[in-house]
């Protein structure tokens, strides 16, 4: 009896509660469902009236007149292989070709970059670079302009040689305008002009004179670029390299409407004034030179580099004398 006793098998027969997981035989069950389907007109074409409707059985547990109910059904016979029907052949004709456009699946700008091929040669050839600006160009731009201009030259060979420009700082609407020679290691990695010590030593010198770089000075540097030797180290500037910045300085000077250009050191000093760039700043020093910039003409008073003044402390009276010589400048000038 499937883990039941005798003695609770026939408690449970004469309540009618058979143990619902007791299962019938395979044979049991195919009657019971054959007699649950038969029609009900077989029944009168026996004559027996007395025959109950089918159905559950008086005190049987549900679930089990519920799986009596149920047709079994037979075992499908085992299926013929169907015949594979041929599909008809597409017609031959010309291949149409596919629009243009990413495939599916295909990534944009993977296509955009299939449809318009680069000219690897040109990459790499300067004369494929836009070309740099002429001085007449340069002198009709704005600050805009000439921004662009400075990030995108080639004028001379020390922006030709990969190092990124140092653009100026410092007020636009100033009354001077302070430049130094070339750019240095410093002023690269600053990406400002007159960097670390020379820089805080040039603050000091502006602020006794009542001013400052924020407020009523513009700071650069004549070549934007810093000169390099083959093997990194900085160089002095040549004269091309000095004459293809000058058109930059000139119009920095006439953009923030300055009446005074400060110089620091010889090279900005003799490219201005038209001198040889190795002679001495002595010859510039000590006097106002009158500087046409932008068809003004303003004042330019020349001095010591700071950097010389940190290496050599007993010129600083020379450029304290300087910087009053170019404040006296700017009264006069009103």
């Known amino acids: ?33 054959v007699e649950a389907v038969q029609p009900a007109d077989t029944a009168e074409a026996t004559g027996s009236a007395d025959t109950p409707a089918p159905g559950p059985r008086p005190l049987q547990p549900v679930a089990q007149s519920a799986s009596a109910l149920a047709p079994v059904a037979a075992a499908p016979a085992p299926a013929e292989p169907e015949t594979p029907v041929p599909r008809p052949a597409r017609p031959a004709g010309p291949v149409q070709p596919r629009p243009p456009g990413p495939s599916p699946l295909q990534p944009v ?29 340069i002198a009709q731009m704005d600050w805009d302009q000439l921004t662009i201009a400075i990030a995108a030259c080639r004028r001379c ?60 000075v513009y700071v650069t540097n004549l070549i934007k670029c810093r000169p390099a030797s083959a093997s990194g180290g900085e160089r002095a500037p040549t004269a091309q390299e000095a004459a293809a910045c000058r058109p930059y300085l000139e119009r920095e000077v006439a953009l923030t409407g300055a009446r005074t250009v400060l110089t620091l050191g010889q090279i900005a000093a003799n490219t201005l004034l038209g001198r040889p760039l ?22 330019l008073v020349a001095t ?5 003044l940190l290496r050599r402390g007993g010129d600083k009276a020379l450029a304290w004398a300087d910087l009053c010589r170019a404040k006296g400048a700017r009264a006069r000038a009103g």
């Open 1 to 33: 009896m499937n883990g039941v006793s005798e003695r609770d098998a026939i408690f449970l027969n004469e309540m009618g509660l058979t143990p619902l997981w007791q299962l019938r035989s395979a044979q049991a069950a195919v009657a019971a469902a």
């Open 109 to 137: 700008a993977q296509s955009v970059s299939a449809l318009a091929p680069v000219d690897l040669d040109s990459a790499w050839d300067d004369a494929a670079l836009p070309s740099a600006a002429t001085p007449e160009e």
């Open 157 to 216: 060979s020390a922006c030709r040689e990969g190092r990124a420009p140092v653009p100026g700082t410092g007020s636009r609407t100033a009354r001077w305008v302070v430049a130094a020679g070339a750019s240095t290691a410093a002023d690269d990695k600053a990406r400002m002009p007159l960097a670390g010590d020379p820089g805080k030593l040039l603050d000091n010198m502006l602020g006794a004179v009542g001013m400052s770089r924020e407020r009523d």
């Open 278 to 299: 190795q002679e001495s700043l002595a010859g510039a020093r000590g006097s106002v030179h009158a500087l046409e910039a932008g068809g003004a003409e303003v004042s």
């Open 304 to 308: 010591l580099h700071p950097g010389e």
